[in-house]
């Protein structure tokens, strides 16, 4: 019930939070992003199974940047979809993940002219919303990934010119700090959980002694056709060290999309 | 200048080594075992160490199975040979949950009915039954001559529609009493079970504890937690009920067995059952070979296991003299029981 009532809140804050940024007239800067990805990713996590599951990921990612005129603020909002079908080394697609992870950001904008810079210093919210489902096991079949932390962040814009064209080469990193997620007890069953109410220890801290965790993410724009299009690398390590479970979920990712 | 250079250099590389220290030390992995039998054994070996409910309740050594069956493992021997042994070692602990699944077998400990006699006749149901019987849900059901209703369970594997059983009590609502033939069921769905039982009940009932590992110890378990039975929403029967009972009784039909008990009107007759009160999880080898195993323990509720079965109130076995007259000596014992009400 804190769960679903957490899950709602973060619904509401992130409607609101998109009302306000949909109205551009009042931004020196409206920036949106759409980009596809697909890469390899590698998982494990020893509530379903001691092996780790490696194959083919998918992404999708939407992010807003905004910026208030006269003002050195940025605000972002990230939804990020990713899903996978992976296998063990002795059973191929035994894993089905799906997750959807969304960031609000606010950042503090250090501008340079010469050459054209824009250092982006900030944090953010970083929600997590997802599970993960094993085909082969009886009472222990699947896993939710649910999380909230706050993430120190910086992007770097570098702005240039070959020849007549504006290029320009992004790269965004945040550290999730602090936080909290959803785990099992060791050898508790969703069972247990949901249809008996015997929760125990089942909101962990998440901290970098938990699993250090980091989101990358390195593009290059180059204006085509009166397009800003956009391609690049996605790097997202996820893990979690909690009830003597261990998770990690690495993503390696190339992705490709528009600005706009 | 030049000391002050060097000690500057030392500090840096010396920086930068722990830094890359705790790169490494901070990637949260799993020990990975090869993929040969002497891998898949200690992978298998380490899983049921790690996991495994039930070592002190059985008395098992885990460290003295491992020195034992690590001499029987050779790198040259084939997948059915490792199957074998790996399957042996499982069986050391005696218990029907815990298998070992590859594409050509599986490891089992069948010994819990396999060692008792059946107790039960596909050629004694189906006369009972006879050709005018109905099908719900996969259960089948008909009045009997006597009329008291008979109500065939054999499996818990799918959920149970609430619909289905309304209807099915309702149609033995002439009845005097009810048997619920549970014999050879194997278990399932735990929500099953309690779908079923709950339509027993008028008012919510303890019906046992169960407890889960919170460690890789062997006796890191969580504190013992009530199991309470609720009433189910539909259709409740308030006449006497026997449960048929023998040694295939397992898993989520021994916890059935376990939750009547807590009913009003109930009583249990045949032999005791099979038990099975570890609810399982899996896990996996390098192979892929998959590994079930007990890993919440479940007790009655005077806190007692009943991993190795429930006692009925009633004993009774099939008569050789019975099957030869088609009677079903259980049946006809749960008959008179009701008769005699």
Not at chain 1, 201 to 223: A, K
Not at chain 2, 118 to 129: C, E, F, G, K, P
Not at chain 2, 234 to 257: D, H, I, M, Y
Request: hydrophobic share 35%.
């Amino acid at each position: 019930m804190r769960m679903l009532t957490m899950a709602l809140g973060l619904l509401v804050s992130i409607v609101a939070y998109s009302q306000v940024t949909t109205d551009s007239t009042r931004y020196q800067s409206l920036e949106r992003v759409r980009l596809f990805g697909i890469g390899h990713t590698d998982i494990l996590d020893t509530y379903l199974s001691q092996e780790k599951s490696t194959g083919t990921e998918l992404h999708y990612l939407s992010q807003t940047f905004s910026r208030h005129a006269d003002s050195k603020i940025t605000r972002e909002m990230t939804h990020h979809l990713f899903a996978s079908s992976t296998g063990t080394r002795g059973n191929n697609n035994s894993l089905l993940t799906a997750i959807y992870g969304f960031r609000l950001g606010c950042y503090y904008n250090l501008d340079f002219s010469s050459p054209s810079i824009n250092l982006m210093i900030g944090g953010l919210m970083d929600g997590t919303l997802g599970g993960a489902y094993n085909t082969r096991n009886s009472n222990n079949p699947a896993q939710a990934r649910i999380a909230l932390t706050i993430d120190p962040a910086a992007r770097l814009c570098w702005g240039f010119r070959i020849a007549r064209f504006p290029m320009k080469l992004n790269y965004a990193v945040s550290l999730p700090l602090i936080g909290a997620a959803f785990s099992p007890n060791y050898g508790q069953s969703y069972y247990e959980i949901f249809s008996k109410g015997n929760y125990d220890h089942n909101i962990v801290l998440v901290f970098p002694f938990s699993g250090p965790q980091l989101h990358q993410m390195l593009t290059f724009d180059f204006s085509l056709f009166k397009t800003t299009f956009s391609f690049g690398y996605l790097g997202d390590i996820r893990q979690l060290k909690a009830n003597s479970l261990k998770y990690h979920h690495y993503s390696n990712a190339v992705v490709f999309g528009w600005k706009f | 200048m030049l000391v002050t250079d060097r000690l500057m250099n030392k500090r840096i590389n010396f920086t930068l080594l722990l830094l890359m220290v705790f790169a490494l030390s901070s990637c949260v992995m799993e020990s990975e075992f090869s993929d040969n039998p002497q891998g898949n054994f200690e992978a298998l070996w380490k899983i049921m160490d790690e996991h495994y409910c039930f070592f002190d309740e059985k008395g098992v050594d885990w460290n003295e199975v491992h020195t034992s069956y690590a001499k029987q493992i050779d790198a040259q021997m084939t997948e059915s040979q490792l199957l074998e042994v790996l399957g042996n070692m499982l069986a050391e602990v005696k218990d029907g949950h815990v298998n070992l699944f590859t594409s050509f077998d599986m490891g089992r400990y069948w010994g819990f009915h396999e060692h008792y006699p059946a107790n039960y006749s596909d050629t004694l149901i189906n006369r009972y039954l006879g050709t005018d019987y109905r099908i719900s849900n996969g259960y089948s059901y008909r009045i009997l001559d006597d009329n008291i209703g008979y109500f065939r369970c054999p499996s818990f594997t799918g959920p149970i529609g609430a619909g289905n059983l309304d209807n099915i009590l309702l149609f033995f609502q002439p009845c005097r009493a009810l048997i619920i033939d549970l014999r050879q069921n194997g278990g399932g769905l735990i929500s099953s079970a309690e779908e079923l039982a709950g339509r027993f009940t008028n008012e919510e009932v303890l019906v046992g504890y169960m407890k889960h590992k919170t460690g890789r110890g062997h006796n890191d378990f969580s504190e013992l937690r009530p199991q309470k039975l609720k009433p189910g929403s539909g259709v409740r029967w308030q006449k006497p009920v026997v449960v048929l009972t023998n040694r295939a009784v397992f898993s989520a039909a021994n916890e059935f067995v376990k939750y009547m008990r807590c009913c009003p009107n109930v009583t249990v007759i045949g032999d005791k059952t099979g038990g099975g009160a570890g609810l399982p999880f899996s896990s996996e080898l390098p192979s892929g070979w998959s590994v079930r195993f007990s890993a919440c323990p479940m007790y009655n509720t005077e806190k007692e296991s009943t991993e190795n079965g429930i006692e009925p109130d009633i004993r009774v076995s099939l008569t050789k003299d019975d099957f030869l007259k088609n009677r079903d000596t259980i049946i006809e014992k749960a008959r008179s029981f009701i008769n005699g009400l």
